[in-house]
Nanobody
Framework: VQLRESGGGFVEPGGSLRLSCAAS????????MAWYRQAPGKRDLVEEI??????TYLESVKGRFTIARDDAKNVLYLQMNNLNPEDTAVYYC???????????WGQGTQVIVSS
């Protein structure tokens, strides 16, 4: 399974970006997909969609970020609005598939929020 992210870049505070993650390969069942972000010294779960459940969010992005999944295309999106400098990080796509249960990561896409 390969995960390919796109959509990162440079944006001023208050701006928006949309990240995409396309999953390809031998996927029988996609259990969950998620976005993580890594800033120096820490990696946080940003948002996650588990099949059959409501999305879970990092508290600091509630109301600003929205996760969505196109199951027909196996694509995960992250719409990020009202970005602030604290959102600067490398954003990684994560997928858990089965059977057997395996976890995959994308290569990461850089998001920089700065004036």
């Amino acid at each position: 399974v390969q995960l390919r992210e796109s959509g990162g870049g440079f944006v001023e505070p208050g701006g928006s970006l949309r990240l995409s993650c396309a999953a390809s390969g031998s996927i029988v069942s996609l259990i969950s997909m998620a976005w993580y972000r890594q800033a120096p010294g820490k990696r946080d779960l940003v948002e996650e969609i588990v099949s059959g459940s409501s999305p879970t969010y990092l508290e600091s992005v509630k109301g600003r970020f929205t996760i969505a999944r196109d199951d027909a295309k196996n694509v995960l999106y992250l719409q990020m609005n009202n970005l602030n400098p604290e959102d600067t990080a490398v954003y990684y796509c994560n997928a858990v598939v089965a059977p057997p249960v395996q976890q995959y990561w994308g290569q990461g896409t850089q998001v920089i929020v700065s004036s």
